[in-house]
Structures are given as structure tokens and as C-alpha cells.
């Protein structure tokens, strides 16, 4: 479907009754507008050369009532396309926040934060001013049009015909300015959607670049792109600097058209002086819309760029469906894997899990240890869907998690993932993430259980303190203690902890551990770790390398086998 | 965000996404000045544009003349070759304003890109001597928007804006010297109408300033929250926040959408206040000039021709009042961005600081106290670190470890007390030549978009494919490198989100031993690397620790207890410093209760 056709369908057709009062109105002062130089005409007859002062102020009182409802309105249709057009970008921002949350993780992967966030602003801004001014102009411009064709007409045919001689040539030159101004307004799209992310990261890696004395690199790094966005502004006015002055000289043309032929024909008698001299006073309103065609043509190729952009991402098919399916029964928290591999998309050589295969129950404890990078993180995401098996099945409660309602198999599941996010927002908001609806003393009574009430109460502000972007600011461990305490707040059948206490000293990790066993009876839980202490309670320790399962079992039987376990217990625990 | 979790009366000293931020009221001109400082290096470009758009406004002008003499002369004598001689000079003078229009397209849009270029790159470099501070305190959404958005809102305010402004300024002058020639008394009349203009701009420009700038709050509230919603979209998805998320989004942006209308609803009254008192002005000439011709005191051609010149007067005028309205609009960004430029940093070098020569490594603390915001941390720590030796920072959570290894790299500036490194105060000396002789790697590591060639280079720009594989092999990162699609030459994604964690510290510890550090300070650096890695990573860290001073922060007791000496921070000062042995020693020690309780257990 033609991007503008969507735009239509899908944004501006809701709106479309104010849509057509704003342009009734545009209609109605275009009209006024004509009035204008006529009540001139009958001052300069009448009272000045006439010498009738009495219709003067009548005529003077209209000239002034006029341009005043003329503004009136003018202002009031301006607001309605401004307010419609708001009514649909919002709209539009909306279904792309909306989507924002229904994509995959691989979008995420694919897609840099500074590009998805040039769409939701720069690019609904472009959409914005497209439907409250481009269309606005179109539609006036159009009219001028008209009524200045109906005047001319009226005037002189076979005059108004030859001034429609330019309109081929004007055609043509619009066409391949189209043509010719479209590539570099993706370009500069494209330009600015980098030199934001390049600026995004810079924001988010300032801890690195000043550790590492940077700046001069980085800057280096930006003025690259900077340089580069403004290269691609200048050629897309390059292509403006070759065809405006076409298309204005055209416009421009008119009036030589007009005397020359309009000169000829009253030689030879097809026409008066005084008709000559009123169709040239009546020309500038067919010149006027002509001069703009160019500009509006510049806005509306530059928003099909972003249109199309937009467009795109909302017509993202998530393959991993939020609302496919409706279930009710509630998740009790039996995980099952069946055979389970798994590659990413992007990489199907390198097998991330191969043939995992394993069980539990609620009130069980599933340990996870293994080297870096053997697919400890992916297992457990498989559990919330997060991505789809390759091969085998996830089964929670029997069934496999593909016939769950995504949304509701998440909810059942409160993860704390190994990258603790943390928003800019109070330390109690940062808890309550998970449950909006939770009061105080629950936001406290699991910051407790997590270990983290009593820093957050050491704080500057205690749980009102507001906390950097991602938690800078915070150690590791308090990050991590407060993203324990977000997760413990939604009260999960599956609670999953992907290293959540690598940074938490061995003292408060035990304390966790027991407030954790407390809480964790009927539920299920999931434990990656590093640290032997973190997983050797655990009803089934699981040793992944490589993406498959090598050793299974309890801590006795593990270290009975003398084999990664074991080795990995003595070295953390045997030196002594 | 949750409502019944937030206190009211929240002392605010960070920003938040729903928090506007606090600006000053008053339009000053010296930011109008500050906006020309932009323009300045290019004033010769200016100068031929505007030259450019006087031959074109010339050329413009011949159209009507040439009009008017075949109208009167060539046609009424049927004088056909000089209509055609009329014709052909109509399309010369089409041609040349069509090249002028061409150059000025040009001309103008360089001069307007090069000022954005210029403005964006010192609000970058700017951006990169600020210190921590700045950006923990408000979501980094509200950084990049200045950046990248409201830098390119003024593109047509320094291009088009300000070069129309010239020209029109210089038709004004014109059209009044005109009027003034043809009839004082019109004129005198013609200028009453100017102070009303003034008295109305005025009022609307205080509401229009207002109204923009709540605009540009919400604007920046909006795009905040957009882009923390991105970057924790993973958090938001596994907590299932969708609909939480939407209507707080819905309410952000309904903010927008309502400053938005209330300021362009504002920014519209401009141009009916003109054209009405515009229209007022006329009105009052014709019926001055209906009763003076009755009077016979002037001719109908003076009329005709004064009230022709007056709409040359007031177009200009309404031009102007445009420029005004879009200066009013564009200042509420500017004023954004200068005051990021102006933005002190909290840490810089002062004015007579020296380069830091190469470093040995003795580093002495003495007596130094520091706190963030109004709590103390750091109350008098000394201690006294010889080159060379590695120590290992142990103590409860909060009691300032971290503190300490971010003020050795003068990441903040401490409130008492000395920091020397080598016998030279640490504030004394250039920022860049002290961090560039230091080694820092914290547990978030930060990985950027690129190769992952490009990130273990960032540790020594020119450093060779060799040296940068041979760290990668020192670190143990090697196999899982070459494992990968394209092995160092993988995209890495933004943050390095296609890598575990652990794999993100060990590039940063290629990165860093890369580097080359004179002092090495590791924070939680290999909290995420499993312990087989380690263990292999321990010869390559030894190998790094030789011969440099390094100080550890880590819970893995292995770690510690290699350290020359461990120091106990506990209440802001050194509690106790020694070797394992040493410390284990002391009954009723401090770091002995904590070995007991920690690593005993196990």
C-alpha cells in the first residue's frame, strides 16, 4: 500500500470532518482575499478620482472588517489543522511506543536505540508538519489556482490557453526534481539517524571515554558524522539550487508570455488594452501557487522518507506473538526442557544450545553454572519466550510455551537480568516497576528480603532518591540488590536470577539466600551463577559448556563425580 | 511513575522524564548575540548573498517596468519589434534572477549548515569535559535531544532567518525614504501605527516565550521518556509493562500535544496582528488622502503612489515580525543549548596545570574527605601506596570503596584533603595526561557499536592487528572471538548486547591491558567471568599487576589474597592494612570477622 494511502487510512481519516471544516474555511478566506483589491478598485474610482466621500468610511469599515474575519478565521483554521494533525501524530507515536514493547529481542539487536528514536521523533515531526502545513498549502494553493484560471478564463480564452503552454515544461521539471530530491532526503534520514546514535553512545559510554582520556577520539568520531550530515544537507540543496530557479523562472515567464502574446493580440485586435491590463493584475495568483508547487513538492517528498520509515517498523512481524493466543489457567511453575537447541538468527553457525534437556517443579531450585558465553542467559529466556527453541520444545506446566498467551506466561515470570536496567526515577519507582500497584511498606518489605532497604535508606533522599540512567551512580551490588528487590515485588511462579549476586559480597549473598529460600516454596527457581556458594543448595545444579548440558545433579552427587563441578568448588572453596 | 510510591514533597536534585527542568524567564540579547558569533566567520558569504539577493530583487523588478512600457507604449503603436525587444529583455532578466536564486540557494543553506556544524561541535566537545555528575543527573534522553534536535530546529533561523532579516531591514529603510519624499504628513501618520504594532508583538512574544518554553520541557520530557523506554525495552517486556508504560506515555505526550497547541496557538497571533493593523494604517492614508485631495492639497497620484509604497513598508514589516516569531520559538532551544555550553564542568583543569609526567606510582592519600550531595563518605582517609604494589580494597557495602578508585582518576573532586600521585597533587595536573597513564575497568563494562577489533583498540588507537590479538589471547578472549561469525572483525551491537557479560569483560580487559597503564584500578572487573576463565585470566592478570600499582575491589577471596597488602575501609577511613596473613593476625580483627563470615561459611 502507497505510504500515503496508509497515512490516510490508518491516521488522518478519523479526523477527516475537521479536516474538511478547516478547508471549508480555507476556502472562505480565499474568497475574502479577492475582496480585497476590489473595494481598492472602488475607493481609487469612486472616492478618489470620483470624488464621493460619502461612500468612503462604508468602504474603508469593509476593508477593515474584512481582513479582520479574514485573520479570524485564518486562525482558526490553522488551529483545527494543527489540532488534527496532533490528534494523528500522537496516534501515530502511540502505535509505534505500542509496538516498541511487541517486538522481538531481535529487533533490539538489529535496530540501534538512536534509530528507533529518530523515528518516534524526527520523523513523526516531519509527518506532523506534512498533514498541518503541506496540506494545508496543497489545498490553498489549489484554490488560487482555481480561481485564478476561472478569472482568466472569463478575461481571455485563447490567452490563459497559451499560459498553459509552461505547464508541460513545469511537469517535467517537477517530475525529475522529484526524482532527483528523494535519494538525498533519505540520505540525510539516514545522516541523522547516526549522528544520533553516535551521540547516544557517546552519553551512555561517558564513564569509558574519560577512564580511557578519549574525549579528543571521540570527538574525532562525532565531527566525522557531523561533517557527513551536513555534506548530505548541502547536496539535497544542491538538487534545490538546480531545479527551484527552473520552476520560479517559469512562474516568472508568465509575465512575458502575457505581453508578448497578450501584446500581439491587441495589435492585431483580438483584445482590448484594459482586459490586457486586468488579466496581467490577476496573473500574480497564478504565479504565486506555481512558485510554491516546488516547496510543497521539497515537504512532500521529505515526508514519504519518513513515512516510509515509520511504516516499516510498524509493519514489523513479530515472530514471537504477544496476543495469538488467550489462556486463563493460571502458571503453577513446571519448567520443562525437551531436547531444546537453539542458534540466533544472525548466526547459525555457532549452535548456542544444543539437545538440552531437563525438569522441575515448583518449590525446586534449578542451579546453573558454566563457562562465559555458554548459553547460561539464552536457556533462561527461552523460558519467558523471549525467543523460540530452533529445535525441541519449553514446556511450562506440560504445555509448550508457544500455546501460552505470551503475555501472560511473562507476567508468571519475574526476571533479573544479568544487565540490570534501573530508570531514572526514585529508588522506591525503580521497585515498584513490577507492581505498580504495590504500596510503601510492600516496596520496603522486599527491599528487605533483597538486602537493599538499608542502603537505599542511606541514601541522600533514602527511597526518593533519584537514581541515574541504568543505575550509574550505584555499585554493582546495589544495582543488583534493587533489580532482586523489583523482581521479588511481583510475587513470580518463575523467578529467575541470572547472576544477580556476582557483585554482592559472600555475607550478603548468604543473608539473601535465606530470606530467597523463604519466599521461593512454591515457587520455581532459576539460578545462574559463577560463585559455587550461589548454586550448591540447589535441588538440581546444571553445568552447561558449550551450549549442553555436562554434568546434572545435586552438590553431593556432583562432587561425588569429581569432574567441572568439583574442580570449580575446590578452586573457589578448597584453597584455604 | 508510581504514583502511590512517590512523596510529594520529593527534594528534587536529579532530573527525571516527568520532571520539568527549571529555566531562567528573560529573553536576553546577548544570546541573540552569541547566536551572530555563529554567523561571524562567514560574514564575507553574508555579505555576497545578501548582494546576490538585491540583483535578484532587481531583476524582479524590471518584470512590472517592462509591463508597464509595453502596455504604454509598445502595443498601444502596435510596435511589434519593440515588444519583442521588451519580451526578450523580460527573459534575460528571468534568467539572471533564476542564477541568482540558485547561488543564494546554495549560499545560504552552506553558511546555515556550517553554523549548525560549528554550534553542534561545541556543544560536543563541550559535552565530553563535563563529568560524571552531569550525566547521572537527568536521563540521557534529555542530553541527545539538545544534541542532535534542537540544534537542527535552528537551522532556518541562522540561514534564510537572518539574511531576510538584512534585506528586509534594507527595503524597510528604502520604502520609508520614499515615503517620507512623497509626503511627511502620511508618513508621520503611517509611523503612529508602528508602536501599537510594537505594544501588541510584545504582548505576544511574553506569552509566546512562555508557552515555548513549557514546549520545550514537555518536548524534552517526551523524548526522555521515549528513550529510556528503549533502552530498558527488555526490562519493560519481561516485567510485561506494556500497558503501565502506554498511559504513562499517553500522558507525556497528551503534555506535548497540549503545550504544543497553547504555543503555536500563541505563535499564530502574529501575523493577524500585523495585517490588521496593517489594514488600520491604509484605511487612515486613504481617508487622509480622500479628504486632502478634496482639500486640494495633494494630487491622486500622490495617493496612489504613497499607499503603494506603504505596502512596500509593511511587507517588510510582517517579514520581520516572522523573524521575531521564529527568534522567540528558536531562543527557547537555544537558550537550552548554551546553557549545556555553558555548563561549568566539575572537575577541570586549572589554569596553570602541567602535565602529568610519566607516572611511577606512589600514590598518597592525606586526610582526604569527600561526599556526594549532603552525604559524607570519605571522612580524613589516609594511606600510603608504594609502586608496584597491588592492594585490595575490602569493606562493608557502601563504606566507599568504589569512592576511593573513582578519585585516584580525579573523577570527582574531593571536598579536603590531598590526592598525589608521585609527590604531585593530582588536581595540579591536566586531566588527560593523568587518565591516559590509568587503567580503569568497572563491572559495567561498556562496549561500543563497531568490531570487535575497533573496541580492544580503543585502549591505543594505534595499536597493530598483532598487538591487539595478542592481548585478546592474554585475556583468555581469544577462542570465544574466533568462534564468533567474522571473529574480530564481528559487529559488535550498540552496549555489545549479542555478547554475555562475561564475554564483555574480557574484551574490556583486552581493551584495557591494551592500554598499557602505569596504575591499574579493577572495580567488580571480572565479577562475571566464570571461575575456569579466571583461574586462566589470573597469569595474564599477574602479568598485568607487574610492576604497576593497581588497586582491586572484588569478593572472590582468591583475588584478595594476592594483593600486596589489603586495605579495610570502614566509617570513611582505613580501618586496618596489611597482608592476609597480617590481618588474619589480629584478634577480633575487622578483616578477619569479615574473612570468618564470608569465606569460612562455604
Known amino acids: ?576 | 511513575m508510581a504514583s502511590n510510591v512517590k512523596n510529594s514533597n520529593t527534594k528534587i536534585k536529579r532530573n527525571t522524564f516527568d520532571v520539568d527542568e527549571a529555566l531562567e524567564e528573560q529573553l536576553s540579547i546577548k544570546d541573540l548575540k552569541r547566536v551572530l558569533d555563529y554567523i561571524k566567520p562567514y560574514k564575507s558569504q553574508v555579505f555576497i548573498a545578501l548582494i546576490i539577493i538585491l540583483i535578484a530583487n532587481f531583476a524582479t523588478l524590471i518584470g512590472p517596468f517592462l509591463v508597464m512600457q509595453a502596455i504604454d507604449n509598445a502595443i498601444p503603436n502596435g510596435d511589434i519589434p519593440q515588444l519583442m525587444t521588451l519580451a526578450i529583455i523580460f527573459l534575460i532578466s528571468v534568467i539572471i534572477s533564476g542564477l541568482c536564486v540558485s547561488y543564494r540557494i546554495k549560499n545560504i543553506a552552506k553558511i546555515g549548515q556550517n553554523a549548525l556544524r560549528d554550534m553542534r561541535l561545541e556543544l560536543f566537545t563541550h559535552l565530553q569535559q563535563l563529568s560524571f555528575d552531569f550525566f547521572d543527573s537527568r536521563p540521557h534522553g534529555k542530553i541527545l535531544i539538545r544534541v542532535v534536535n534542537y540544534i537542527n530546529t535552528l537551522s532556518d533561523l541562522l540561514s534564510n532567518g537572518l539574511i531576510n532579516l538584512i534585506s528586509d531591514l534594507f527595503s524597510l529603510v528604502i520604502a520609508f525614504g520614499f515615503m517620507l519624499h512623497i509626503n511627511v504628513r502620511f508618513t508621520l501618520f503611517s509611523l503612529m501605527f508602528v508602536p501599537i504594532l510594537f505594544a501588541l508583538a510584545f504582548f505576544i512574544k511574553t506569552m509566546q516565550r512562555k508557552n515555548f518554553q513549557t514546549l520545550s520541557n514537555k518536548q524534552s520530557n517526551m523524548n526522555a521518556y521515549i528513550h529510556e523506554s528503549i533502552a530498558g525495552i527488555k526490562t519493560s517486556q519481561s516485567f510485561v509493562r506494556e500497558k503501565e508504560n502506554t498511559d504513562i506515555f499517553d500522558n507525556v505526550q497528551t503534555d506535548y500535544r497540549s503545550a504544543w497547541l497553547r504555543a503555536i496557538g500563541t505563535m499564530f497571533l502574529m501575523q493577524p496582528a500585523v495585517h490588521n493593523v496593517q489594514v488600520l494604517a491604509t484605511a487612515l492614508i486613504y481617508f487622509l488622502g480622500a479628504h486632502a485631495i478634496g482639500d486640494q492639497t495633494v494630487t491622486i497620484g500622490v495617493v496612489i503612489a504613497f499607499i503603494g509604497y506603504l505596502g512596500n513598508f509593511w511587507n517588510p514589516i510582517v517579514n520581520i515580525g516572522n523573524f521575531y516569531n521564529a527568534l522567540v520559538t528558536g531562543s527557547a532551544y537555544l537558550e537550552r543549548i548554551f546553557e549545556t555550553i555553558d555548563e561549568t564542568p566539575a572537575v577541570m583543569d586549572v589554569p596553570d596545570a602541567f602535565d602529568m609526567p610519566s607516572i611511577v606510582g606512589d600514590i598518597v592519600f592525606d586526610n582526604v574527605r569527600f561526599g556526594y550531595e549532603d552525604i559524607e563518605i570519605l571522612k580524613g582517609l589516609s594511606f600510603n601506596v608504594k609502586a608496584g604494589e597491588s592492594i585490595a580494597l575490602v569493606g562493608p557495602t557502601g563504606a566507599g570503596k568504589s569512592t576511593i578508585i573513582n578519585l585516584v582518576s580525579r573523577f570527582y573532586n574531593i571536598d579536603a584533603g590531598t590526592i598525589s600521585i608521585d609527590g604531585q597533587n593530582i588536581s595540579q595536573v591536566k586531566l588527560h595526561s593523568l587518565r591516559s597513564q590509568m587503567g580503569v575497568m568497572l563491572q559495567d563494562t561498556f562496549i561500543f557499536s563497531g568490531t570487535i577489533m575497533d573496541n580492544i583498540r580503543y585502549g591505543k588507537l594505534d595499536a597493530t592487528e598483532a598487538e591487539i590479538i595478542a592481548a585478546a589471547k592474554a585475556v583468555q578472549a581469544h577462542d570465544f572471538i574466533m568462534n564468533m561469525k567474522d571473529g574480530y572483525e564481528t559487529e559488535i551491537n550498540e552496549r555489545g548486547s549479542n555478547l554475555s557479560a562475561g564475554q564483555r569483560q574480557l574484551l574490556s580487559f583486552a581493551r584495557t591491558l591494551l592500554a598499557d597503564p602505569k596504575i591499574l584500578i579493577l572495580d567488580e572487573a571480572t565479577a562475571s567471568i566464570d571461575t575456569k576463565t579466571e583461574a586462566l585470566l589470573q597469569t595474564a592478570l599477574d602479568r598485568l599487576l607487574e610492576g604497576r600499582t593497581s588497586f582491586i575491589i572484588a569478593h572472590r577471596l582468591s583475588t584478595i589474597k594476592n594483593a600486596s597488602r589489603i586495605f579495610y575501609i570502614s566509617n570513611g577511613i582505613l580501618q586496618e592494612a596489611g597482608s592476609h596473613h597480617k590481618l588474619m593476625e589480629i584478634p577480633d580483627g575487622h578483616y578477619r570477622k569479615l574473612y570468618e563470615s564470608q569465606f569460612a561459611r562455604a
Open chain 1, 1 to 576: 500500500m502507497d505510504v500515503m494511502h496508509w497515512l490516510w487510512k490508518n491516521y488522518v481519516r478519523p479526523h477527516r470532518m475537521k479536516m474538511v471544516a478547516a478547508m471549508f474555511l480555507v476556502m472562505v478566506t480565499s474568497a475574502l482575499a479577492v475582496t480585497g483589491p476590489l473595494i481598492v478598485g472602488h475607493i481609487v474610482d469612486e472616492v478618489l478620482e470620483g470624488g464621493n466621500l460619502d461612500v468612503l468610511m462604508p468602504l474603508l469599515i469593509a476593508m477593515v472588517a474584512i481582513m479582520f474575519i479574514r485573520m479570524t478565521i485564518v486562525w482558526c483554521f490553522r488551529m483545527i489543522f494543527e489540532t488534527f494533525s496532533q490528534d494523528a501524530t500522537c496516534a501515530m507515536r502511540r502505535d509505534l511506543y505500542v509496538k516498541l514493547h511487541e517486538m522481538d529481542f531481535d529487533y533490539f539487536s538489529a535496530n540501534k536505540v538512536g534509530d528507533i528514536m529518530a523515528k518516534m521523533t524526527g520523523d513523526v515531526e516531519t509527518v506532523r508538519h506534512f498533514i498541518a502545513w503541506v496540506v494545508y498549502s496543497l489545498f490553498e494553493n489549489f484554490m488560487w489556482l482555481s480561481l485564478s484560471l476561472i478569472m482568466l478564463i472569463r478575461i481571455n480564452v485563447p490567452l490563459t490557453l497559451s499560459l498553459s503552454l509552461v505547464a508541460p515544461i513545469l511537469g517535467f521539471y517537477a517530475v525529475r526534481l522529484v526524482k532527483e530530491v528523494r535519494p538525498t532526503f533519505a540520505d540525510i534520514r539516514e545522516s541523522f539517524s547516526t549522528l544520533n546514535s553516535v551521540v547516544a553512545e557517546n552519553i551512555g559510554g561517558n564513564r569509558v571515554v574519560k577512564a580511557f582520556a578519549r574525549e579528543d577520539y571521540e570527538v574525532e568520531k562525532f565531527q566525522k558524522q557531523n561533517l557527513d550530515f551536513r555534506e548530505k544537507n548541502l547536496i539535497s540543496a544542491g538538487v534545490w539550487a538546480k531545479y527551484l530557479p527552473v520552476l520560479d523562472g517559469l512562474s516568472s515567464m508568465l509575465g512575458g508570455i502575457v505581453i508578448l502574446v497578450g501584446g500581439l493580440f491587441v495589435i492585431n485586435g483580438y483584445m482590448t488594452v484594459g482586459d490586457l491590463v486586468i488579466f496581467n493584475g490577476y496573473l500574480w495568483m497564478l504565479a504565486v501557487p506555481m512558485r510554491m508547487f516546488g516547496w510543497l513538492l521539497n515537504d512532500f517528498q521529505r515526508s514519504r522518507a519518513s513515512l516510509e520509515k515509520i511504516k516499516e517498523m510498524l509493519d514489523v512481524k513479530p515472530k514471537i506473538p504477544l496476543e495469538a493466543i488467550q489462556t486463563t489457567e493460571a502458571i503453577k511453575g513446571f519448567v520443562e526442557f525437551k531436547n531444546v537447541s537453539f542458534h540466533f538468527e544472525d548466526d547459525d553457525r555457532v549452535a548456542v544450545l544444543k539437545n538440552v534437556s531437563f525438569k522441575t517443579k515448583p518449590g525446586e531450585t534449578v542451579g546453573i553454572l558454566g563457562e562465559t558465553g555458554s548459553g547460561k542467559s539464552t536457556l533462561v529466556s527461552l523460558i519467558s519466550r523471549f525467543y523460540d527453541a530452533v529445535d525441541g520444545e519449553v514446556l511450562v506446566d506440560g504445555k509448550n510455551v508457544k500455546t501460552w498467551n505470551t503475555r501472560q506466561l511473562r507476567d508468571a515470570i519475574s526476571t533479573v537480568m544479568q544487565d540490570v536496567f534501573l530508570f531514572s526515577d526514585t529508588t522506591a519507582a525503580n521497585i515498584a516497576f513490577s507492581n505498580t500497584s504495590a504500596d510503601m511498606s510492600q516496596v520496603k518489605h522486599v527491599a528487605k528480603l533483597a538486602d537493599a532497604h538499608h542502603f537505599i535508606e542511606a541514601l541522600s533522599d533514602g527511597y526518593d532518591t533519584i537514581i541515574g540512567e541504568r543505575g550509574t551512580g550505584l555499585s554493582g551490588g546495589q544495582k543488583q540488590r534493587l533489580s532482586l528487590a523489583r523482581a521479588l515485588l511481583k510475587d513470580p511462579s518463575i523467578l529467575i536470577l541470572d547472576d544477580t549476586t556476582s557483585a554482592v559480597d559472600m555475607e550478603t549473598e548468604y543473608k539473601i539466600q535465606q530470606d530467597l529460600q523463604k519466599v521461593g516454596v512454591n515457587k520455581t527457581t532459576f539460578i545462574i551463577a559463577h560463585r559455587v556458594s550461589s548454586v550448591k543448595d540447589a535441588d538440581l545444579i546444571l553445568v552447561l559448556n558449550k551450549g549442553e548440558i555436562i554434568e546434572r545433579g545435586t552438590h553431593d552427587t556432583l562432587m561425588a563425580k569429581s569432574g567441572y563441578y568439583a574442580t570449580v568448588y575446590n578452586e573457589q572453596i578448597g584453597t584455604q
